[in-house]
Structures are given as C-alpha cells and as structure tokens.
C-alpha cells in the first residue's frame, strides 16, 4: 500500500483550516492542521511534509517569520511553501513571500480547483522523489550483497538502467517548461515552482550516478523526500 503524503496546514482560524481540509479532502492525503508557527515548526520537528501551506496574518509568529525558520532548517527547507494571505498589498507584499521562500503567493477568496491543482503537484512530485529513493536504497542493498555479477547483477543493473531512463524523461519536460518561462512575462510562481523542480531533479540524478558501477558511492547519500 502507498503511504499517503502528509500537507501541513497552517492558520490561527479554524474556519480556514476547516474550510482547506473540505478543499483539499479529495487528494485522499493526510491533513495536518497547525493554529500558529510555533505550533507549525514543532510539527515539522518529526514529520516529512509534502507542501506547507501557510496564512500569512497570524498573531505573533507570522507567515514570513515561520517560512524563515523553516528555510534554516536543513531538515526543512526543500519542503514547497505556499502562502495564503487575505490581504493584497500589492507587487511588494507579494514580492516577500517569494524572497521568503515561497513557491506560490495565493490571495485569498481563492478558487479552490487552482488551490487543488497546485496543491497535487507537489504531492505527486513527492510521492515520485519518495519512490525513486526506495528503488534507489534497494538497488544499493542488491549492489553490497555482491550482487555485481551473474543474474543478480543483471537485474540490479537492469533496474539503474530503469530509474535512469524515466529520470532522464523527467528531465527533459523540466528543461522544456524552463525554456517555455524563459522571458520576463513569465508567472513568479511557475518560475518558482520550475526551479525548485530543477533542484530536486539534480539531486536525484546525483544519487543515481553514485549507483552507477564502479561508483565509489561518496555521493550516493540520498536527497531530501520534500
């Protein structure tokens, strides 16, 4: 059975953690609610999160306080935040939330299917990081129990060969949609979510060129899940 990806909910009304948990119940993921940033980062303290999605105006620790602690935590700081604000103060409100880290800035009332929709993206890119790293971990263990030669080392090399082809398929529509947001038109948030995409994908490959035969494996330590 597939582990569900767990969404970190964060804002002090719990009318909008009620209302982001009717929204976003059709992902079939687990919910977990936080009222406050203290409270977010104890959470972050020993679950892996897919997307934080996080308001804004809070009292006392606010949204761009807590995205900053959770970007200084090496545990953390790959997880996509989205910022979810009632309040447009305009280019350089919007500006901050990106320069803190977010991979989108959504105003609210916000329409639910686009809240969704970007949502799903980063749990699928998750659940694919969290797969391609098992697969990885297995191939390595097939690989140190001297399984480098005869139908053992058939298979295992089989299964890199695998991994790498459907890698490098994700890497080529990665660098098609950067070319495509290549220009200054181009939507913050796609540019942003572009990259931390690039950054994800760089440190797969990383880790599956550390398989490769003949490998040391110096840099076989696998990336982040988030």
């Not at 977990?32 to 897919?50: H, I, M, N, P, Q």
């Not at 606010?62 to 995205?67: L, R, Y």
């Not at 994800?200 to 330590?221: C, N, V």
Request: hydrophobic content about 45%; charged content about 25%.
């Amino acid at each position: 059975m597939v582990q569900k990806a767990k969404i970190l909910l964060v804002d002090d009304r719990p009318e909008n953690l009620l209302a982001l948990e009717a929204i976003l119940s059709a992902l079939d993921q687990t919910l977990v609610r936080a009222s406050s940033g203290e409270e977010a980062l104890k959470a972050l303290l020993t679950d892996d999160f897919a997307v934080i999605l996080l308001d804004v105006q809070m009292p006392g620790m606010d949204g761009f306080e807590t995205a900053a602690h959770i970007k200084r935590r090496e545990r953390t700081r790959d997880i996509p935040i989205i910022f979810l604000t009632a309040i447009n103060h305009g280019p350089h409100h919007t500006f901050r939330g990106y320069a803190a880290g977010a991979v989108d800035y959504i105003s609210k009332p916000f329409d639910p299917w686009v809240l969704r929709a970007k949502v799903s993206v980063f749990v699928e890119l998750y659940m694919k990081n969290c797969q391609l790293r098992e697969q990885a971990a297995l191939l390595r263990l097939q690989l140190e129990g001297g399984g480098k030669g005869g139908a053992a080392g058939k298979e295992s090399a089989g299964l890199l060969a695998e991994l790498s082809a459907r890698l490098a398929a994700v890497e080529e529509q990665a660098e098609a949609l950067s070319k495509q947001l290549d220009d200054d038109s181009a939507d913050a948030a796609a540019v942003a979510t572009a990259a931390h995409l690039e950054r994800k994908l760089t440190g797969l490959r990383r880790a599956l060129d550390a398989l490769e035969p003949g490998s040391d494996g110096a840099g076989a330590s696998v990336p982040s899940q988030n």
